[in-house]
């Protein structure tokens, strides 16, 4: 670096406006920014900021309480070292909800104060970097989330869940759509609440995981889907989109397992509704109903959430007007992936909810085709019961290659096309 600036390197900002003395400040380098901040090309506002930074970084990445103080004095000391150009924090227009109604300390006196109060330190650490690197940094997120996670690690889920809802808001309002960081933070949310309705959960401070919270997260899911699915210039990345699908049928199943009044069962149903008529599509063009049958769902993240294929996620989302007969690349139906799952209980739903049971995909096969142990079809599913007279005929017209285009009704085309 030093034989750098001996070259003439002109300290530039990137693109988040980073200057070499902030990105030092953030990765605690402390002999770079003592070096930077004695430098000709630094102002002494620069010098605050990065002082200031260095200080939250010891706060939440060196967890040294008092090393950030001493730095936080040295910025304090630069503010008021010119009597006729006090260099004041801005006043903040409106206080933070989740950093507890906190405001940064304006006075040695008000630092000297904060050492007693560890908890207050730590917001002091959010708000610094929050106005020196602006929400769209990722630090400013991440940093907040971490603070976050180690609320919910004391048992204080209420701080944490408050804390994470604000740096989610933070992250749909200055991050593309279906942002890696913002998937993370869904995830998040997802493994916390199925954490808290665990029985091993119970007895900790504020693990009662309300409606409004899930709701809440479900909402902000489908908004992510929802910003993607506009972007018709860029459509959206397949792995992040069928990660994001997957979350939120975690989401929806979670909801499942807490109870509601009318009024939110109805809002709940038409948020699912709301989703499923942007008719998404995730990994080999599965629809959200192929992938709530699909045990591939289940792995979405390093921790456990919910167990898929999942009969109660699968009997919503038909109630709130998933596509039975709905089709992936290979021309798989739901039921067909049920199937390969060995799920004869979901098959029996969606058979009595209209997904026909012969149908055949790329492959000619049939759901039934696809069982495991054909017993089970027999047995549980009684194919006897769904094939019609219509089926069999059908059936006859494929495999016999007669030529029915423009013959029959268009609606029995159709019917045939099933069939093939």
Not at 166 to 189: E, G, H, R, V
Not at 234 to 263: F, G
Request: hydrophobic share 40%.
């Amino acid at each position: 670096m030093k034989m750098l600036l001996k070259y003439c390197a002109k300290m530039e900002k990137d693109g988040y406006g980073m200057t070499p003395l902030l990105s030092a400040s953030v990765t605690g380098h402390t002999n770079i920014v003592d070096f930077l901040t004695q430098h000709v090309q630094t102002s002494k506002a620069e010098c605050i900021n990065a002082l200031e930074l260095l200080g939250a970084t010891f706060v939440d990445k060196k967890r040294d309480l008092l090393g950030a103080l001493k730095y936080w004095k040295r910025a304090m000391e630069m503010r008021y070292s010119d009597r006729t150009n006090i260099l004041s924090k801005p006043v903040p227009q409106t206080l933070i909800m989740a950093y507890a109604y906190a405001k940064e300390v304006n006075s040695s006196e008000e630092l000297e104060n904060l050492i007693a109060d560890p908890d207050e330190m730590r917001m002091q650490a959010l708000l610094i970097r929050e106005r020196i690197l602006g929400p769209s940094h990722p630090d400013t997120s991440y940093y907040i989330r971490y603070r976050g996670a180690v609320y919910a690690d004391s048992g204080n889920f209420k701080r944490c869940i408050n804390l994470w809802k604000y740096a989610l808001d933070m992250q749909q309002s200055n991050l593309d759509p279906l942002s890696p960081m913002t998937s993370s933070s869904l995830l998040s949310f997802a493994e916390l609440f199925s954490f808290m309705l665990q029985d091993r959960a119970k007895g900790l401070l504020g693990t009662t995981v309300t409606f409004e919270d899930l709701m809440g997260i479900l909402c902000k899911s489908v908004l992510e889907i929802e910003r993607a699915m506009k972007q018709t210039q860029c459509p959206p990345d397949p792995i992040q989109l069928n990660k994001a699908l997957a979350i939120i049928l975690h989401l929806i199943c979670l909801l499942e397992k807490v109870p509601c009044s009318s009024e939110q069962e109805y809002f709940k149903k038409q948020t699912i509704y709301k989703f499923l008529k942007l008719q998404p599509r995730g990994k080999n063009n599965f629809s959200p109903l192929h992938l709530a049958v699909d045990n591939s769902t289940t792995c979405v993240g390093r921790y456990p959430v919910c167990k898929f294929p999942s009969l109660q996620v699968t009997a919503i989302l038909v109630e709130c007007g998933a596509d039975v007969n709905v089709r992936d690349c290979d021309n798989n139906s739901p039921l067909h992936i049920a199937a390969l799952n060995n799920h004869p209980d979901i098959m029996n739903f969606l058979i009595n909810s209209g997904s026909h049971f012969d149908a055949t995909n790329s492959h000619r096969k049939t759901a039934s085709d696809l069982l495991d142990d054909k017993e089970i079809a027999k047995n549980l599913i009684q194919p006897i019961n769904h094939i019609t007279l219509q089926c069999l005929a059908a059936r006859v017209v494929v495999n016999c290659n007669i030529r029915y285009t423009g013959h029959i009704p268009e609606k029995l085309e159709n019917f045939i096309l099933l069939h093939r």
